[in-house]
């Protein structure tokens, strides 16, 4: 298998947050490796832009280090980083102040594809729209990229909705969430939408219940502060979970196109139950050993931020009334360990009789590691001694089944900003679907809140809290092994 690659017509992207540890060890490693596959024409330009004092000569050393340090070279031959080199510069800017917008302005190219990334704190992302108004570089080629996280509630979400809305259209404005770039995410699509085996199995009649779990090693560590204030339903449920929640459970789009897939999307999303309190896990990590646990890493010793959360969600519709999505997250957890695992009903009646036991299909999709897709089949043990069943895996590990090209595919921001600028949103979350998020959300954080619930504390290395463990025993369920 040989992947394509389809150069794109020059455009001019603006890196705001040009020096910050995102541009370092996600945008600029993206950017770098899809000039490397020969996606960038001549005369694309990227431009970072922050207020450290920087020349063009500057920058460019600043990121070569960086794609030294974080790009692990794939696909990239000798020289690369030289002629990567070539077509970035920098500006000095401030966006809360004049300088640098008219050197900025001055460099933009009439007519052709401009990107601006907003890879800064949120309350700089209205400043940054105004400017760019102000400046005359909001025309209709125009769009901005923005960053998690969109919000704290719903009312901070629709406020940073209208600072967009005032100078850019909807369909100027591209909200990230990576996880929507990932090539699992979009095989899930493909599966359900590109195949007849799974689509008229998949609603309640057939699926017993759904786990999503997105299980994390690393603890807070550095981010303790901006953690503490945001904690896992804010900065995991709210967007990553939840998009993950709508792929799975959305009715067929009449088209893979944007509006299609989001307004699918959103009826989801409209369609959440409240979470009673019994539905909901928080937990805290301990320390370990020599590993520090949650609280030596925030400034407030009795900080009550949840580092884990399992939720058990009801979809009220047609199609999912009556199935349960089991929801987990967590940090310092046994395994680095993201999927979605579909759990398929026992069929009606055993034929084999009780000593074969009861057996279920169940259809996981692994996002990491090991993207892929493997199917649990029941069948025979084989043997004499009469009709034993066992489950196997009918295992898709991406890399197997479609060769080593399969782990050059672009990863999810290399993806998502190549769509931004062929003008796809597919993958990009609407600012109604941000808000309808929200909206669920916000009730479930002000619930425990106001009932003063703490988090339970969960060893570091475990799969969490027992009590998550619980919220699946106590409906005759099990979580799926967290496991790398
Ligand atoms: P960061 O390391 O603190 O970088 C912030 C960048 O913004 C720096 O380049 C900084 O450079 C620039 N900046 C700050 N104030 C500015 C101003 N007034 N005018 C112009 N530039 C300014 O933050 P980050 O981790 O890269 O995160 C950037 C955004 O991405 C945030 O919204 C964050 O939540 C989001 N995000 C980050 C990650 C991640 O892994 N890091 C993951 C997901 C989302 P100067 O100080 O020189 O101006």
Redesign the pocket.
């Known amino acids: 298998m040989v992947s394509r690659v389809i150069p794109v017509d020059p455009f001019d992207l603006v890196i ?8 370092r ?2 945008i600029l490693p993206a950017l770098f490796r899809r000039f490397c596959a020969g996606q960038m024409q001549e005369g694309t330009r990227i431009i970072g ?4 004092e920087m020349d063009d000569v500057d920058y460019r050393a600043f990121v070569a280090e960086a794609l030294i340090e974080f790009n692990d070279g794939h696909g990239c031959e000798e020289g690369t980083i030289a002629a990567f080199q070539r077509i970035l510069s920098y500006v000095t ?4 102040g004049e300088n640098g917008w008219a050197d900025l302005a001055a460099k933009m190219h009439d007519g052709r594809v401009r990107a601006f990334y ?5 309350s ?1 992302f209205g400043a940054l729209a105004e400017k760019l108004h102000e400046h005359g570089m909001a025309d209709s080629d125009t769009r901005i990229v923005v ?3 969109f919000g704290r509630d719903l009312s901070t979400a629709k406020a940073l909705n209208r600072a967009l809305a005032d100078h850019f259209d909807e369909g100027q404005i591209y909200r990230i969430d ?1 996880y929507l770039g990932k090539e699992t995410v979009q095989n899930l699509m493909a599966i359900r939408f590109g195949n007849m085996l799974f689509e008229p199995l998949w609603n309640s009649q057939y699926v017993d219940h759904i786990q999503i779990t997105v299980a994390e090693t690393v603890g807070v560590g550095g981010r303790g502060e ?1 953690y503490d204030r945001s904690g896992a339903m804010r900065d995991m449920v709210q967007n990553h979970l939840m998009q993950l929640l709508c792929l799975i459970a959305m009715e067929p789009p009449a088209k893979f196109e944007p509006d299609s897939v989001r307004d699918e999307k959103l009826k989801v999303i409209r369609a959440l139950d409240e979470v009673l309190p019994d539905q909901i896990v928080r937990g805290q990590y301990l320390a370990e050993g020599d590993k520090p646990g949650y609280l030596d890493h925030v400034e407030t010793t009795d900080s009550t931020t949840e580092s884990f959360i399992a939720l058990k969600v009801h979809i009220s519709n047609w199609r999912w009334a009556g199935t349960p999505f089991y929801l987990r997250t967590g940090k310092r957890l046994k395994a680095r360990s993201s999927e979605i695992a579909v759990v398929f009903k026992a069929t009606p009646h055993s034929i084999f009789g009780p000593e074969a036991g009861r057996h279920r299909n169940i259809l996981t999709i692994r996002l990491q590691p090991n993207e892929g897709i493997d199917l649990d089949v029941t069948i025979k043990e084989p043997g004499p001694g009469g009709m034993r069943l066992i489950d196997v895996p009918l295992d898709m590990t991406f890399t197997e089944a479609l060769g080593p090209d399969a782990e050059d595919v672009a990863d999810a921001y290399e993806r998502l900003i190549m769509d931004v600028v062929r003008g796809n949103q597919t993958l990009f979350m609407r600012g109604d679907e941000v808000e309808a998020a929200w909206a669920w959300t916000d009730p479930i954080i002000a619930g425990w809140e106001t009932r003063g619930d703490d988090p339970i504390a969960y060893e570091s290395g475990s799969s969490g809290p027992e009590e998550a463990l619980a919220l699946m025993h106590r409906d005759g369920r099990k979580w799926r092994e967290v496991r790398a």
């Open positions: 705001f947050g040009g020096t910050g540890d995102l541009a060890r996600k832009a922050a207020r450290a800017l401030d966006a809360l907003f890879s800064v704190g949120p700089l960053e998690k996280p990576h901006y």
